[in-house]
């Protein structure tokens, strides 16, 4: 079995910044890619920034400038820095994994139970 513990959401005024962290634990043999989704009330959950293990990175869009995803792989954690938040950034924010659980196994998906991401105006 995987846990996925998430940690860093808030409230914080427009302008400011919160850095989410997601460390895995469990039946990992590898991670492949973790990311961060989030998910705004009456909208679709939406990828906000993805990390490879060989360093690639993606982020959305309206994001990029302003939040930083980075890994420790030695400690399978997974932190999103937010900087310049915006009232729009508001929503449960979800970490995911995407891993092995051996060798020979294939990759498996896992999500956190997501962190409250409120900012003010």
């Known amino acids: 079995q995987v846990q996925l513990v998430e940690s860093g959401g808030g409230l914080v005024q427009a302008g400011g910044s919160l850095r989410l962290s997601c460390a895995a634990s469990g039946r990992i043999f590898d991670i492949t890619t973790m990311a961060w989704y989030r998910q705004a009330p009456g909208k679709q959950r939406e990828l906000v920034a993805q990390?490879?293990?060989?360093?690639?990175?993606n982020y959305a869009d309206s994001v990029k400038g302003r939040f930083t995803i980075s890994r420790d792989n030695a400690k399978k954690t997974v932190y999103l820095q937010m900087n310049n938040l915006k009232p729009e950034d508001t929503a449960v924010y979800y970490c995911?994994?995407?891993?092995?659980?051996?060798?020979?196994?294939?990759?498996?998906?896992?999500w956190g139970q997501g962190t409250q991401v409120t900012v003010s105006s």
């Open positions: 995911n994994v995407k891993y092995r659980s051996w060798w020979n196994r294939p990759e498996s998906d896992y």
């Open positions: 990390a490879s293990t060989g360093g690639t990175t």
